[in-house]
């Protein structure tokens, strides 16, 4: 379960600020308001009852039986019931019991409920394996059959049915307030709180309540509706109260006196009506809620993706140069110019993820991409693969695979390009295999997609050729991806990549989830396969130690352009951007023990508040003033080196 | 190894939770104030061989529990009662062995009364949830591959304006509908039907059952639907979706192997708590369609005060309900290669 967005935010803004907020929020979620009006609405009949029925409460109006049943007219709106009396006016006293008992019962359940999730949760233990237990069992056993036993067993009082319902009710809010007292539990402030000897008691006031109203007070509403139906089942039952004419209650008396024979479908129909109205008014409001306090993101992988904007490349494309470690007549086989990538939402201006961005990829050659968090290279990697989430979309620029440009493919051409001529590895996290099926069928699947005629015997021996290529023996590929360990995760991750023999491999931070000796031992994988299977390679990363060692290229990016791109031996002995040079810094030389580690200080712009000049102007210690005014264009320092800074154009080739 | 010890918890912990609503049964008969036993006794109907024969026969004259009246049930040593002489031995007795008592209304042994009718619960109950589940799922699925679409929130109002039904309701205006249109308005079988060969009765017996299982199946399947499309959105968006699309999947394989297995498995879970809610249902439709299961021997029992048909149909619907909620989780464990130990 996730935890709720309100959750993160510290508990000290005022209640009054709080409230403006979430209001202005609500109240463009059609759905909340609809149920909010409907509650309004009757709750307003509720209370004004008196002044908006035609008649008195249980009026009898004409003792004879030409009374009965009388269908709507001018005098009876709604018609009369079994015993004669107005229907509308029955319905609007009716909302009264109805909406009084669901209230109150309500109240009980969420109050036993929230106590025993809060204790079962904060507690732990043996208290909370108790009071678990002893919810399953509550809530394992029906609730409506107990509840007419018990209402049966005992007097059918409206104040004993508000209560039975209300001490069965309490089973699902346990549950859900239970789990986010866990959740919070955990968090910073509660163990500081608990370190510096807070009461248990305050702590749960000040720190957890807070925390778990919202999801209460969600789950609130849902009881709500949850006892009024109860309560009218109960009196559909004949278990209602007889002095309390409730909605359910009309029902039955209508139900079980012959309504259904003389066709008096007023009588079932209006109060019928009223529960609905009630309960869906609660259920749309309870939903309204819980999208504002628990938003989310309604987004998957499948969602139809953005339209690709095609333009012509503007700007010149880049001239590739040679690189030290690489011969360089080996061919380009990846390259991009001028992509620009932008995340497009309903309500705001597009946030600019990327812009401007190019680069080459010659044969056997591993470009490492580097840059911090939400600087755009995770984006880029995504969209060469053309696998961006569903606000994703490619306004500018192309991607040339070979002879084929990769932005203009339809979906299905894309889907033969994937794996097979560009594959990747992504971050090891637990679900980047699907814990449900064995890892060699995930292998073979691949396999099997780009090339339908290998089958079973060929089929199982090339998986276990992969496998054995990174180290893992072969009779784990019957095994789930939980029976792996991190590092054998992420090598079977690269055996899948390279399943296809495609001509690059994209690795999006393969061993940041990893322990260092780990990472070694896959860092060391990649790189002996890259020289076996003349692999390109783009490695993303933010460990420059690992770039030195591997890369042969380097493409610095910063708030989503590139701030440098060269020769990897360029990079760390003749930066030109004030930004690499910072970077550098950062990081340990081991041949220089004792120099002092620098940190850039700020953090790194977001994107739908860009500095209208340099991106990194805000933290550089070399800007000037033309840096916050105009964005640098990508110079060319020489044939393998490009920098986006002011300070680089004096010296940039023509 | 694990798994085995696992299967035996959840089976161990299943026959806990019957034993507690057996305790559970008995008090509420036997210490709430309208205990059927002592009440059936000041029935001025019955004649005194036949008060003393229910005396005997449910043991009224003994202790309910052991010290009961210290309430202090464990205190074997200075109660001079044998503990397996109270009344609460007695009834447990009786119910191992088949005895759930007489019948108030009809005489008949309730244990026989029950028996006949649990199956036709079941037939109903049975084609309503398959129905309410194929339904919302296909719904579910739709939903969410197409979220955020007008046929998502199309279909979010019907699930939603459906959930929000009362059953009883449903079901009443169904049967005024369809009673108008030629239906039958209640029953399992048309009088005269049971001398009929096999087809034309399973025949009268599906027209009677039409009414109430969609009735059945409108109300529940909204629920599904909701739980479908939410588990289903919560798996698109997992990696492993993404990693099956970089294969080069197209967006068909992905749900077919990758999105609908694993979308399941909380379905399987949201069933299984379910069970108890279906139950609910059932009470109300089969007593609004007079359909002859546990829930209308529940509801006429209420009426009639049958305290022996209303307490042996409780327990009944409770064991069956724990049966099948025992049968989800194990079939939970199956298909969920993760599930280890508790």
Known sequence: ?654 | MKRWRYLLGKIGWAVFTVLFVLVLNFFLFRVLPGDPARAGIHDPRLKKEAIEAIRVRFGLDKPVINCFESLNPVKFGSCAVNPLDTQFFIYVKNLLQGEMGISYHTNRPVANILAERLWNTILLIGAGQLLAIFIGVIFGVFAAWKARTSIDYGALIVSLLAWSLPTFWLGIILLFWGSNHGLPIGGMQTPGMSSQPFFARAGDVLSHMLLPTLTYTIVYMGEYMLIMRSSLLDVLSEDYVLTAKAKGLNTFQVLKDHALKNAMLPLVTVIAINLGFTMAGAVQIESVFSWPGLGGAIYEAVNRRDFPVLQGAFLLIAVAVIVANLIAELTYAYLDPRVQSE
């Open chain 1, 1 to 654: 379960m996730t935890e709720s967005a309100l959750v993160s935010a510290p508990a000290t803004p005022s209640i009054a600020t709080r409230f403006a907020d979430f209001w202005r929020v609500f109240r463009r979620n059609k759905m909340g308001i609809v149920g909010f009006v409907m509650l309004l609405v009757i709750v307003f009949v509720a209370v004004f009852a008196h002044v908006i029925a035609p008649y008195g409460p249980s009026a009898q109006h004409g003792v004879g039986t030409s009374d009965i049943y009388n269908p709507p007219s001018a005098a009876h709106w709604f018609g009369t019931d079994d015993a004669g009396q107005d229907v509308f006016t029955n319905f609007v006293y009716g909302a009264r019991v109805s909406l009084i008992v669901g209230f109150f019962a309500a109240f009980i359940s969420v109050f036993i409920g929230g106590l025993i999730g809060i204790v079962a949760g904060y507690y732990g233990g043996r208290v909370e394996n108790v009071l678990m237990r002893f919810n399953d069992i509550m809530l394992v056993i029906p609730d409506l059959p107990l509840m007419v036993v018990i209402v049966a067993l005992t007097k059918p009082s409206l104040f004993n049915i508000i209560f039975v319902i209300g001490l069965l009710g309490w089973t699902t809010t346990s549950r859900i307030v239970r789990s986010q007292t866990l959740a919070v539990k955990s968090r910073k402030f509660v163990l500081r709180a608990r370190a510096i000897g807070a009461g248990n008691r305050h702590i749960i006031r000040r720190h957890i309540l807070p925390l778990v109203m919202p999801i209460l007070v969600v789950n609130a509403v849902l009881v709500v509706s949850a006892a009024i139906l109860d309560e009218s089942v109960l009196s559909f039952l004949g278990l209602g109260d007889p002095t309390a004419l409730s909605w359910g209650q009309m029902l039955n008396y209508a139900f079980g006196r012959g309504a259904m024979s003389t066709g008096a479908w007023w009588a079932l129909i209006v109060p019928g009506f009223g529960i609905v109205w009630v309960v869906l008014g609660l259920t749309l409001f309870g939903h309204g809620l819980e999208q504002v306090l628990n938003p989310r993101l309604e987004t998957h992988h499948l969602m139809r993706a953005q339209p690709t904007v095609r333009h012509e490349a503007t700007g010149k494309p880049l001239r590739p140069g040679p690189r030290t470690r690489l011969p360089s007549e080996a061919p380009i086989v990846l390259q991009a110019n001028d992509l620009s990538i932008s995340y497009v939402s309903d309500d705001r201006p597009p946030a600019r993820a990327v812009e401007n961005v190019s680069f080459y990829l010659r044969e056997g050659e591993l470009m490492g991409l580097v840059g911090e968090s939400g600087c755009g290279k995770t984006t880029l990697a995504l969209s060469l693969l053309r696998l961006l989430p569903a606000a994703g979309q490619v306004v500018n620029g192309e991607i040339w695979f070979g002879d084929t440009e990769l932005t203009g493919l339809t979906d299905e051409e894309m889907e033969q390009v994937r794996w097979k001529g560009i594959s990747m590895v992504f971050q090891g996290a637990m679900n980047a295999l699907n814990p449900v099926r064995t890892v060699g069928d995930q292998i073979a699947e691949a396999i099997v997609k780009h090339d339908p005629t290998m089958k079973d015997a060929a089929l199982e021996a090339r998986v276990s050729e992969l496998l054995d290529l990174v180290g893992i023996s072969p009779e784990h590929n019957r095994h789930f991806p939980h029976q792996y360990s991190g590092g054998m995760r992420q090598r079977a991750m690269i055996a899948m990549a390279l399943a296809c023999n495609p001509k690059v491999i994209v690795a999006d931070e393969p061993t940041t989830a990893l322990d260092v000796m780990i990472q070694a031992q896959v860092l060391e994988l990649l790189d002996s396969l890259r020289r076996k299977l003349g692999l390109s390679i783009i490695f993303v990363t933010h460990d420059l130690g690992v770039v030195a060692e591997m890369c042969d290229s380097v493409l610095v990016m910063y708030g989503g352009v590139t701030a440098e791109y060269a020769d990897v031996d360029t990079i760390y002995n003749a930066a030109r951007h004030p930004y690499t040079q910072e970077l550098l810094k950062a990081f340990p030389d081991l041949t220089h023990p004792e120099r002092r580690l620098v940190s850039i200080p700020g953090h790194p712009p977001k994107l739908d508040q860009l500095p209208p000049g340099c991106r990194f102007a805000p933290r550089c210690p070399l800007a000037f003033e033309r840096c916050l005014v105009e964005q640098p264009a990508i110079h060319q320092l020489s044939d393998w080196h490009y920098a986006s800074c002011h300070l680089a154009e004096e010296t940039k080739q023509p």
